[in-house]
């Protein structure tokens, strides 16, 4: 098989992984200044945090189905 038997595992994992990275530090650290009028000043947290959470379960059910 093309790069392996767990290749969905992998792929889930990196991108739960990038999904948690990007929204956490989207509101631990926000851009340094607005580029046009109508981007945001800081990302919604509400949102931020919660697509966090879903990028966190999927990396660790991604990790417990490459380990079991």
Request: proline fraction near 6%; glycine fraction near 8%.
């Amino acid at each position: 098989m093309f790069l392996g038997e767990d290749l969905l595992a992998w792929l889930v994992l990196a991108l739960g992984g990038a999904l948690f990275a990007g929204n956490t530090l989207a509101v631990v650290k926000p851009p340094p200044q607005r580029r046009e009028e109508t981007d945001l000043a800081k990302a919604p947290v509400v949102r931020s945090l919660t697509m966090a959470a879903v990028g966190l379960i999927a990396s660790i059910w991604a990790l417990a189905s490459l380990f079991s």
